[in-house]
């Protein structure tokens, strides 16, 4: 009995570092990209950075469904935050990782001075991906708006495009 819990633990460990380096080698690669935007010419930026956004915004999104879909907790971070929004985020993925379930100690554990065991709903891995994801999609908002007050991302790019109507011909 005590066996099988066991190989259970460690195949769940397992599978949360799996998941935790899955969505390290994502994040690095997105902040290898934004390190890259530096170097992307100035008319391309405000599409590379958009680009980037959309991708981070879908693995945060795929972070917060797998967890979902195992501890039924969900990120959804929507609606109206009244006061600082990274201090509400924080909150709430302290609140989410603070979140345990304690078996009650058997007799036999209470004997043998054995504490029962503590499960977490969320791993701390997979919390730590969440918060790397959210930390990830604020930075590239924050990228974007400064591209909007700059004037840049509301400006239609100057692309010179011909038609076969006119032969090239502007």
């Known amino acids: 009995m005590f066996g099988k819990k066991r190989m259970l633990r ?9 998941r935790f380096e899955r969505n ?13 935007l530096k170097n992307v010419p100035r008319d391309n930026l405000p599409d590379a950075v958009f680009m980037l956004f959309v991708e981070a915004k879908h693995q945060s999104e795929l972070i917060r ?52 065991d503590v499960h977490f709903t969320i791993q701390q891995q997979d919390a730590v991906s969440m918060v790397a994801s959210m930390i990830r999609v604020q930075r590239l908002e924050g990228i974007l ?8 991302l509301n400006k239609a790019p100057n692309r010179r495009r011909t038609s076969p109507q006119n032969d090239g011909m502007l």
């Open 10 to 18: 460690k195949h769940e460990t397992q599978e949360v570092q799996v």
């Open 145 to 152: 708006e400064g591209l909007r007050l700059a004037g840049l």
């Open 65 to 116: 469904q797998s967890v979902k879909d195992r501890t039924r907790y969900d990120f959804n971070f929507v609606g109206f935050v009244d006061g600082d929004f990274a201090t509400y985020l924080a909150e709430e993925a302290a609140h989410a990782v603070r979140d345990h379930v304690t078996n009650p100690q058997t007799f036999l554990e209470a004997m043998s001075e054995q504490f029962p």
């Open 24 to 36: 390290e080698g994502a994040g690095k690669h997105i902040y290898a990209r934004i390190a890259d």
